[in-house]
């Protein structure tokens, strides 16, 4: 199994950027689907990005797609999620999560362990 560990959240103005990191503990980080999801105040925990497990697929929500960018690095077990272009809309507490199936989806249930969560504020 995998545990995932965020860091990189803070704020930001809009307009600006943020990259969130997300290392996970354990030897087979490569054969893991990674996601990023959110959730902000009030609203429900929702999809942002995906990867596969060799990073060659991704998937974006469409209200991130243009902006954001899921990459991995397997030799280092992190995945990482590039913010630019940041709205307030954005501001929520990111998730990264693991996932032992073999495509990418979008609903929180197909992810098998979860991180505890990193800020991101985006101020108007």
């Known amino acids: 199994q995998v545990q995932p560990v965020e860091s990189g959240g803070g704020l930001v103005q809009a307009g600006g950027s943020l990259r969130l990191s997300c290392a996970a503990s354990g030897r087979t980080f490569s054969g893991y689907i990674m996601g990023w999801f959110r959730q902000a105040p009030g609203k429900e925990r929702e999809f942002v990005a995906g990867i596969s497990r060799s990073g060659g697929t991704t998937l974006y929500a469409d209200s991130v797609k243009g902006r954001f960018t899921i990459s991995r690095d397997n030799a280092k077990s992190t995945v990482y999620l590039q913010m630019n272009s940041l709205k307030p809309e954005d501001t929520a507490v990111y998730y990264c999560?693991?996932?032992?199936?073999?495509?990418?989806?979008?609903?929180?249930?197909?992810?098998?362990?979860w991180g505890q969560g990193t800020q991101v504020t985006v101020s108007s």
């Open positions: 999560a693991a996932s032992r199936s073999i495509v990418v989806f979008t609903t929180g249930a197909s992810y098998d362990y």
